[in-house]
């Protein structure tokens, strides 16, 4: 214990795993921070990043006011009814003059804030926008999409059992950098320990999750595709399938099997850079292992042939029966979903105007939506709300992205930050930070026990801001969407928190959205604006989790009892909810047994449908793909847009200061590359693609591969210069100047961020 600090639970917010902290806060500002210990997914564990996190709450970009752009282009601050009232006006003048398509919205939730999220669904029902643009529609979609195939609902989503797995293989991801898992650092340093597990790590660089496998295949970049059906032609010609699970569980075996008996496993491992050799040890340690289990991530998304990456990669657990296992692969539940089921368009699914791309998840991806805004037609998008993303900054082409934001009738931020996106928009509104505010993420995906954690504010607004639920209730009651008071169900929801048992809101608020069917899109708003108001310590923006806890509760009785939670009926979602209320760190909110898990699986008769014919045609067309040969021609080099390092942590902090090292996000090159070229470590450079250049500080650095280059994501943010206060300072790169909205799968829309042709040269002294 630290003596005289008083200390506050909560949350990192830089990556998806948020684990728990204690936060000891003075005057306004972050003086401790440690890992909890009571969390029970982190249980005490912080990567490097999390300290830093004052650098979020506190520096000279935050946003304090709402904002209006001037036609000079400078702002002026002005009160929130005006903000509202301004904003609605447009966006409804917008909608009744074009129509509701021709409004997006993008964003939502970032790495730590989905509770805002929630209640973005009834305003974009009230603008009538079909468009959820989101970066998970940058880089999961595809996955998503062959989860559809498979297990029936693109909502089923993989998790793997890393902890207890014999034999692990990770392709596309640097988990020591990225995590992606609880206490990954521990965890791979365990794997790597212990002589009876396998750690195998699947990338182009060797990079530090990839020192400590057992196995490092040093795939040549982009052909990821070939190398995994090599390792599947293996376990069938091999006959290393697990028969018994693929005739009980799955459909569609003989198909694939038929395809991967003819893939030619020399000529595939030689395309991939990879020793055939090797190739068949992985196939059969795979195989052979009492338990075994994958994951990827951006490495093999942001690549050629992204979409049927993640296929073959999810086929290794379900050829040789590591699904619904421990130390297997797993689908997990959702507790507040963050994706939705989208239906091919030719079953009337959703797709855009302009270029017709089909919705996956229930998102656009931010590759068109440029193209969306730019067209020359009647059903052009002209306006955005961007809520918790920075696209002029993450989203390919930054220069098409300038040129198409330029060209809106209307742009609203929605931001903590003074952000690059937020610097076009034309009205700002500003956020309360996500340790001002109620808040949580929907990144459950724990299994198989999953885990939900409400965060407490733990200082007051800033400025004049405002948590987000609030922000899109006045704008909906402004929009004449929703009344500004719903006094009966107010009474009701007091009631009902007082006498649970009674069932009194779930019947109010059935007899309301009978009388009033148009409430009936907006119910997680009507939770907000009634219930809310009934909840304790300000906690109105959790109204959304008492749903979900009944929901939930009814669904997974069984499994939220096993978590520790009692009651019967609605009155187990109501321990539920108040377990959640009262507690400062995660609850666990159901545990499930292995076989229970086929429960989730949701074809008729829980069977996989393992033969998807979209990846099978792929798959075959392998066999007559040019090489592609980038050592050649106008851009010689491979570049990875977009790596994961010590101090990078997407677009969130802002104030360069809170990097201790790589302080100017370096463009890694091998050192033979770099002497061929004359180019010393630390030199500037420029770094060219057919799409743009950005200037780059190189560092030398033998763990990439021959003709391949690194940049950090996370990097490019305008912020003062702490010599001179009204200048303003860039540090690091801008990648997303060298990237293009073409270069994508053609699936998902995914771009190919690991995989940009690029030349590198001195930069002007
Ligand atoms: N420190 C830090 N952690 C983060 C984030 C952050 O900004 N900073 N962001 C979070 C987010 S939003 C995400 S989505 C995750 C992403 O997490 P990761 O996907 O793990 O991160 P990356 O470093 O982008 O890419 C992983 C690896 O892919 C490798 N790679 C490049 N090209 C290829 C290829 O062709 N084939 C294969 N097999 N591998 C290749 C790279 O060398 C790299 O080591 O990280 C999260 N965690
Ligand atoms: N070239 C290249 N591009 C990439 C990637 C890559 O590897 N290479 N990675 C991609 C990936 S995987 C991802 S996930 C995206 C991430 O890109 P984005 O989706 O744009 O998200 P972030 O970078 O996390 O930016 C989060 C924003 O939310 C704001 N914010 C923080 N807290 C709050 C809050 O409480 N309320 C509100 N309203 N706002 C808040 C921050 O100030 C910041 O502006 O980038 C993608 N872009
Ligand atoms: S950035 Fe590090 S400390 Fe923060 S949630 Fe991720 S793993 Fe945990
Ligand atoms: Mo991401």
Known sequence: MTMGKDWQSSACILCSIN??????????????????????????????????????????R????????????????????TAIREVADRLVGIRDRHGGHAIAYYGGGGQGNHLGGAYAGPFRAALGTPYLYNSLAQEKTGDFWVNGRLFGKQTCHVTEGIEESDYVLIIGANPWQSHGFPRARKVLQELSRDPRRTLVVVDPRRTRSAELADVHLQVRPGTDAFLLAG???????????DGDFLAARTLGYDELRAILLRVPVEQYADRAGIDAEAV?????????????????????EHSLHSTLNTYLEKLLPLLTGNFARPGGNNLHTQFIPLIGHSKEPEEGGATTRVTGMREISKLFPPNILPAEIEADRPDRVRAVVVDSANPLQTAADTGAYRRAFGKLDLLVAIDVAETETVGMADYVLPASSQYEKWEATFFTLGFPTNHF??????????????????????LMVAMGALPARLPWLERFARWHRRFPKLGLLPKALAVTLALRPQLRPYLTMVLYATLGKALPDGAAAAAVVWGSSRFYAGRYARQ?????????GAMLGEALFQGILDSDTAVPLSTHEHDEMWDLVRHPGQKIHLAVPEMLGELEELASEPMERPGEGEFPFVLAAGERRSYNANQIYRDPAWRRSDREGALRIHPEDAARLGLA??????????????????????????????????????????????????????????????????????????????????AAS
């Open 19 to 60: 684990c728990g902290i204690d936060v000891a806060v003075e005057e306004g500002r972050f003086t401790g921070i440690r890992g909890d210990r009571e969390h029970p997914g982190s249980r005490g564990y912080l990567c490097q990043k999390a300290t830093r996190l004052d650098h979020y709450q506190n520096h000279a």
């Open 62 to 81: 935050r946003l304090q006011q709402p904002l209006r752009r001037r036609p000079d282009g400078s702002y002026e601050r002005i009160d929130w009814e």
């Open 231 to 241: 390792l599947l032609a293996v376990i069938v010609q091999e006959e290393l399938e």
């Open 280 to 300: 068949r040890r992985v196939a059969r340690g795979f195989a052979a292992a009492d338990s075994a289990c994958s994951r990827h991530d951006l490495g093999v």
């Open 453 to 474: 954690h409400l965060r407490r504010p733990i200082l007051p607004p800033t400025g004049d801001t405002l948590p987000e639920p609030e922000i899109y209730r006045r």
């Open 560 to 568: 939220v009892r096993r978590a520790g939670h009692a009651g019967s």
């Open 681 to 762: 470590d630390g030199q500037r450079v420029v770094c060219e693609s057919a799409n743009g250049a950005v200037e780059a500080q190189l560092a030398h650095d033998d763990s990439l591969l021959p003709g391949s280059l690194s940049l950090p994501h996370g990097y490019g943010q305008e912020y003062p210069d702490p010599e001179a206060p009204d200048e303003f300072r860039q540090t690091g790169p801008r990648i997303n100047e060298l990237t293009s909205a073409d270069r994508c799968d053609p699936w998902a829309k995914t771009p190919y961020h690991k995989y940009v042709p690029v030349r590198v040269r001195a």
